[in-house]
């Protein structure tokens, strides 16, 4: 499956950005999909993630303020975030993980700045 990352951009703390992952394929049979980031100078982290039946889970850092979702018949998923600030400052990548492996999308950059 292919994975196209989009949304990110610079936004003012407090502000909010959307980011959406379009799959290359169906995505309403896909066991988990989701988004890590990664920061400069620190390790890949998760962010939030869906399953095939609409379960989620949420960092600590985000929970409360990001919310994914999914859009089944155009076979994408969305990042809703809010009240943004410089530490959610990252590269975010979207992932699928099915049975036959994790695939990653490309990441798209958010940057908050003060």
């Known amino acids: 499956v292919q994975l196209q990352a989009s949304g990110g951009g610079l936004v003012q703390a407090g502000g909010s950005l959307r980011l959406s992952c379009a799959a290359s394929?169906?995505?309403?049979?896909?066991?988990?999909m989701g988004w890590y980031r990664q920061a400069p100078g620190k390790e890949r982290e998760p962010v939030a993630t869906?399953?095939?039946?609409?379960?989620?889970y949420y960092s600590n850092s985000v929970e409360g303020r990001f919310t994914i979702s999914r859009e089944i018949a155009k076979n994408t998923i969305h990042l809703q975030m809010n009240s943004l600030d410089q530490e959610d400052t990252a590269v975010y990548y979207c992932?699928?993980?099915?049975?036959?492996?994790?695939?990653w999308g490309q990441g798209t950059q958010v940057t908050v700045s003060s």
């Open positions: 394929e169906s995505i309403s049979s896909i066991h988990i």
């Open positions: 992932y699928v993980w099915k049975p036959s492996g994790a695939y």
């Open positions: 869906i399953s095939n039946i609409g379960s989620t």
